[in-house]
């Protein structure tokens, strides 16, 4: 079941939301934890077990402390490390040794990384502070299976969840208000201009059996460096206003990424929790730049190393984490260098930075990324068969799309909280304001072809 369906919009969410306004008090929890249930066993049935199974490992490790600290990571890692990256290590190793072993090579378990991490997380954290949030084992699986985080994060706290949990002033009007409209703007984020843009990003299919132009090459690149920041942003503030709807503050995952100024400025901006997540537990327990500076470097390229994994099993990933070390290496190295910060600490400059960097993220094939790179930088713009290719795709929306890529670029986040701000003034116009957003993301979910998040494959 995905938020931009019509099962989910208009069936499950509405028919959860009157269920827990009526049972609000002494059955919310239990009805949130049976509609989160239901809506994981919707999409992924026999995958459910996963989180029971690590749900039931987190009761009874925490409550009688039966293995390790490291045995018990490793048993909440294992589901992930076989369904995700068994037959990327096995065809690895199969090079080297002669190995012959059957590995999974089926779909992933939705949400299996974000629920993972979510659960080392809270076990970590229990461990370190001795004292546990989550008092029963209900409320371990529904911290697990809350569904409008689940698939895609926000990574939470279980201190946060808890006290969104047992809070009274639940179902207020300004918050959900505010929640309508967060998820009115992730439905157009994704249905309108994340799936409009996807088309041009598409493209390469064809641009791969006929040569690429300059401009070309520039135009999937930039399409897809937009796409995926709609397409992820479009999640997050879905997630968000689910939360809001049912009482809980979820932490924000995009702070206009692409406003950033640097690589370092970028991650503190883009999905903001995962960034957390490998700051709090990789890369400041390997010493963090406690340690001198070759050391501080191991730890961040060990840390982009395993960032970049954990976006997916294969080479190109990698590569992309090497792309975004090497960057982040370059600008620590550098820091102090007010040419350096003239010329690359620029919005600009990131941006371009950031887009290219996107090639080896979207493209699996060397060949395929070698081809993309080469032509971002040909100065070559005659046989552009490409273009013809990509010219069918435009439509209205695609434009209206990539003006709203570049205005994200361009239009300070300033400007966008004034806009908000002003909005608030009058009670009838932000009302308004808020069901005409809404109106329009839903129109998207009857207009817009089946697009799949893009985070959804992690």
Not at 131 to 147: A, G, R, Y
Not at 273 to 294: A, E
Not at 385 to 413: H, K, P, Q, R, W
């Amino acid at each position: 079941m995905l938020f931009v369906s019509t099962s989910f919009l208009f069936i499950f969410l509405p028919g959860l939301l009157i269920l827990t306004w009526f049972l609000k008090r002494r059955y919310f929890n239990t009805v949130l934890l049976m509609g989160s249930l239901f809506f994981y066993w919707v999409g992924n049935g026999f995958f459910l077990i996963i989180i029971l199974y690590i749900g039931i490992l987190l009761y009874f490790q925490i409550k009688y402390d039966y293995f390790s600290n490291k045995t018990t990571i490793s048993l909440i890692l294992a589901p992930l490390l076989w369904f995700k990256y068994s037959t990327f290590t096995v065809d690895m190793l199969s090079k080297i040794f002669d190995l012959n072993m059957n590995t999974y090579s089926g779909e992933l378990p939705l949400g299996i990384s974000f629920f993972t991490f979510q659960s080392i997380a809270y076990y970590i954290d229990t461990k370190k502070q001795g004292k546990n949030h989550l008092n029963s084992l209900s409320e371990i699986v529904l911290f697990l299976t809350f569904f409008p985080q689940l698939v895609a994060g926000p990574i939470i706290k279980s201190i946060d969840f808890k006290s969104n949990l047992i809070k009274r002033d639940r179902f207020k009007k300004d918050e959900m208000q505010y929640g309508i409209l967060r998820i009115g703007y992730g439905l157009i984020k994704k249905l309108l201009f994340a799936n409009s843009l996807s088309r041009l990003v598409d493209v390469q299919s064809q641009a791969f059996e006929t040569e690429v132009s300059m401009l070309s090459a520039w135009i999937i690149v930039l399409a897809f460096t937009f796409q995926i920041y709609f397409d992820f942003s479009g999640y997050c503030d879905i997630a968000v206003g689910l939360g809001k709807l049912l009482g809980f503050n979820l932490p924000e995952n995009f702070n206009f990424p692409y406003q950033a100024k640097s690589f370092s400025e970028f991650w503190k901006r883009w999905h903001i929790t995962l960034s957390q997540f490998f700051r709090d537990y990789v890369y400041i327990p390997l010493g963090g730049n406690k340690n001198g500076i070759l050391k501080t470097y191991r730890n961040l390229w060990i840390t982009f190393l395993l960032t970049s994994l954990w976006h997916g099993a294969n080479y190109n990933f990698i590569l992309w984490g090497i792309i975004h070390g090497l960057f982040l290496s370059i600008e620590k190295i550098f820091s102090k260098s007010s040419l350096f910060s003239f010329v690359f600490r620029r919005r600009l400059t990131t941006f371009i930075l950031v887009s290219v960097s996107w090639v080896p993220f979207r493209f699996s094939e060397f060949e395929h990324i070698g081809i993309i790179l080469k032509s971002l930088f040909s100065f070559s713009f005659v046989n552009d068969y490409t273009m013809a290719f990509i010219v069918t795709e435009i439509n209205l929306l695609t434009l209206i799309a990539f003006i709203a890529g570049i205005l994200s670029v361009i239009i300070n986040e300033k400007t966008i909280e004034l806009f908000h701000n002003k909005l608030t003034t009058s009670e009838l116009g932000y009302s308004i304001y808020i069901y005409s957003v809404l109106l329009v993301g839903l129109a998207g979910v009857f207009i817009s072809e089946y697009y799949p998040f893009i985070y959804f494959r992690f």
